[in-house]
């Protein structure tokens, strides 16, 4: 079982629109959790992090945590052709291994 | 700082041959990771590093993969034998501390075994 599961996509959603990624994990003792941003050709770059249960807003991105269903989303508001790339769901576990989702590939269509 | 710093940038090599990749960790950052990624499986975890002691290498595929950290500023990852299988993406990031907020990656090593 793979620590942190996420749909692959790929996502598309019209300009403006809010695009939502969900990210599952296994580890029930998991303390921190990220969103990474990958433009293609490129490595990731951290975007967003969370630690505890609820929401964390910054800009135009909402974090969501929900420990009880092992459960992270990301919500992207107006939407930007910008944004388009694959996000990546990534979660520290244990001894500070930290762990990737496969992503999600994401289009924003002008 | 200039980031992490990995080499080469591109590698082509085959099968059969060793190859060598290196690692750059931003300065005074005590956690590295070695990561690879392909389509299929994502970035995968193979290995990391707490100051300068391999601290979890669950990750790593098998024994033609090893990896060294033998200062703090300088990790290798080598593949001997390399095999068609292994082309791959593979990043190096280095975190700060146990409680840092983020991971600075690489720009990567693009690894094609032919």
Known sequence: ?110 | DAGVIQSPRHEVTEMGQEVTLRCKPISGHDYLFWYRQTMMRGLELLIYFNNNVPIDDSGMPEDRFSAKMPNASFSTLKIQPSEPRDSAVYFCASMEGPTSTEAFFGQGTRLTVV
Do not use: H
């Open chain 1, 1 to 110: 079982q793979k620590e942190v599961e996420q749909n692959s996509g790929p996502l598309s959603v019209p300009e403006g629109a809010i695009a939502s990624l969900n990210c599952t994990y296994s580890d029930r003792g998991s303390q921190s959790f990220f969103w990474y941003r990958q433009y293609s050709g490129k490595s990731p770059e951290l975007i967003m992090s969370i630690y505890s249960n609820g929401d964390k807003e910054d800009g135009r991105f909402t974090a969501q945590l929900n420990k009880a269903s092992q459960y992270v989303s990301l919500l992207i508001r107006d939407s930007q052709p910008s944004d388009s790339a694959t996000y990546l769901c990534a979660v520290r576990a244990g001894a500070n291994n930290l762990f990737f989702g496969t992503g999600t590939r994401l289009t924003v269509i002008p």
